[in-house]
């Protein structure tokens, strides 16, 4: 069965060009023009993806994804954003979505990360490099540094205390833990959890590493992520 697209764009000549090059590419695309027809088809037929634009009329894209999350949706979403300041890529993190494409893009980078987002669902095989090589823990249950995952019902807990976690937060963390004491690149990250490299220049694992350090950091207990400078992360108790 071809994978299932929910494409919201206000533009026409852009809705109606992504439609095509997405049905050509083999996804069942299913294209609306705002934030409202989006939310509308959403609940009525779950797409597996959705692609939203930031700026609609009505229900802008952000809001399309606050509300898919606080209902508990966890479809991946991709952006599409004229916006370039990172506050703004920031802000469409903070509403739920997973990545997102800048204005004007190249339908190959879109393609490129919706294969990501696919592969990161299970629908596709994900290739883990030698570097981070996993070691063989239960299937199950993890524990490391005072961390405990489940990882089959996606619950997370530092001691007694059970971490609130978005699917994102819940890999990145279930990568580290998995690693613990092992120095991750950020190229290996990405790929792991994005299934992408955004470049030198991107922000989004240093924005995620810095969620999960707020919900993970307890006072007077020892930070477990560490920054190893122009390397990347590691997960250990000092």
Known sequence: MPQTVLLAEDDRAIRHALERALTLEGYQVTAVADGVEALAQAHRMPPD???LDVMMPGIDGLQVCRVLRAEGDRTPILMLTALVETQ???AGLDAGADDYVVKPFDVEEVFARLRALLRRTGTAPVEVPAK???PQLPPRLLE???LRMDVQARRAWRGPRELELTRTEFELLELLVRNAGIVLDHSTIYDRIWGYDFG???KNLAVYVGYLRRKLDEPGAPQLI???RGVGYV???D
């Open 132 to 134: 981070a090589a996993e």
């Open 235 to 237: 997960l250990r108790e």
């Open 88 to 90: 703004d890529r920031i």
């Open 144 to 146: 490391a540094a005072g």
């Open 200 to 202: 030198p220049g991107s």
């Open 49 to 51: 993806v959705l692609v």
């Open 226 to 228: 560490h920054t190893v």
